[in-house]
């Protein structure tokens, strides 16, 4: 299964037009011919199964055969606020948490965060989400918010069912002994290197935030944010056979 | 909490001397001075509290306070067997599931493995698994195995009391469908960037093998790999109150 982007939501029986840049990848990359079926998304949830009606070098345009709203994407809306690491780091994280479904990466000035996220960054990481969102087809683009403060990220948190802290002060409670399975919002906040700041964390505490451990071992903050949303969608019922009535056919992994 | 390397397992009250690039580590860079407590471990379970009680630029001893077998490390022996990709990807996937807590990786070579690993490469890799190894406070260094094919897979897979294939062509159970809490190993098998072939499938179900889904959307083989270790970990419960007593004192995460 091939997945382009295409801002248009047009319906069946309508004729679309790509994107350059997607036309020119349809026809010189992938080498396409007229009559071949893809599928197109508006990273909005919207997906159209097209057939092609014309392969330029410059114009693809397409039939549209169907139209779906939102195959594959998660019952639960999951939002990642990382505290910001390096740039690289953080558009690995970006390009793994898309593939696993979340709704929207939150990045997070703490206290202790020493690393910057200047906005071309934030342009970039976006352009790293609409990617990964095509390989893994998924029909939404995860929202990759501006850097936020604490003020910022309590205002995120008190539009969420569940606020989660991965925290590694705590020796207690693992995810699973926090997470609601039938959430339809959780945040989960995974701190910088540097951890989060004891008063932070009880400012998130006092919002209504409930901290878990990741077990013994250190993990750094990229490995800690992946292993947390897989964690997460693990428990949502988000990996298992639940939610894998319309996988695609080509191999995924 | 600081962890260094140092390969003899000298019991309490003895002196131990440092190899060399931990002894400049310790001095140059850390800056530790006579009486500083620390750390080491000899990557086979062994862990060393120590006190130094020399610090020179080339040289540092320290005395042995306190030993112990194999603090934080997890109950269960988790094995990845991933199908060769990208080198450098390779590496960060070492560098995840090292601090997630695998006791094994072994790259294979499939049919439709494109990637090649040489042995520089492997030399490689078990260093990565050695610095990921002290950074995540383990004692145990996973064994970064030769690559090997699928006659060496499946002699892997009857030294494990379970054996769990993530499969793109599965749409029915999750890993919590399939995998036992209480096993005491577990051999995690994710295909390579091409996937496996279906008579690899048989062969392996045939071995034993269960296969299990990851969910709908489309995973990129290093994303399923360290999404795969992390979910296995959450479901032997490795990442939950269960095994937290002795966290290191520093923010992991």
């Known amino acids: 299964m091939e997945m382009y982007f295409l801002a248009d939501a047009?319906?069946?029986?309508?004729?679309?037009a790509f994107p350059a840049d997607e036309a020119?990848?349809?026809?010189?990359?992938?080498?396409h011919r007229v009559g071949d079926r893809l599928f197109a998304t508006d990273g909005a949830g919207c997906e159209l199964e097209l057939e092609l009606a014309e392969v330029g070098p410059e114009t693809v345009q397409a039939r549209v055969l169907g139209r779906r709203t939102r195959p594959r994407e998660p019952r639960a809306r999951v939002t990642l606020a990382l505290g910001i690491i390096r740039p690289d780091r953080f558009e690995t994280v970006v390009e793994a948490v898309t593939q696993l479904g979340v709704a929207a990466i939150l990045p997070l000035q703490t206290g202790r965060t020493v690393a910057r996220l200047g906005g071309s960054r934030v342009e970039r990481m976006r352009r790293v989400a609409l990617e990964a969102m095509k390989c893994s087809t998924r029909t939404v683009a995860p929202d990759v918010a501006e850097p936020v403060g604490f003020?910022?990220?309590?205002?995120?948190?008190?539009?969420?069912?569940?606020?989660?802290?991965?925290?590694?002060?705590?020796?207690?409670?693992?995810?699973?002994?926090?997470?609601d399975p039938e959430a339809g919002s959780v945040l989960l906040v995974v701190g910088p290197e540097g951890g989060f700041a004891p008063e932070e964390v009880e400012r998130l505490r006092a919002a209504g935030a409930r901290s878990f451990s990741m077990g013994p071992r250190r993990l750094r903050a990229e490995v800690a944010a992946v292993a947390a949303v897989a964690n997460a969608m693990q428990l949502l019922h988000e990996m298992d056979g639940a939610r894998t009535a319309d996988v695609p056919e080509r191999r995924c992994y």
């Open 24 to 31: 020119r990848h349809i026809a010189r990359v992938c080498r």
């Open 151 to 179: 003020d910022g990220l309590l205002d995120s948190a008190a539009g969420c069912e569940q606020v989660l802290l991965a925290y590694e002060g705590e020796h207690g409670p693992g995810m699973v002994d926090v997470l």
């Open 10 to 16: 047009a319906t069946a029986g309508e004729r679309v």
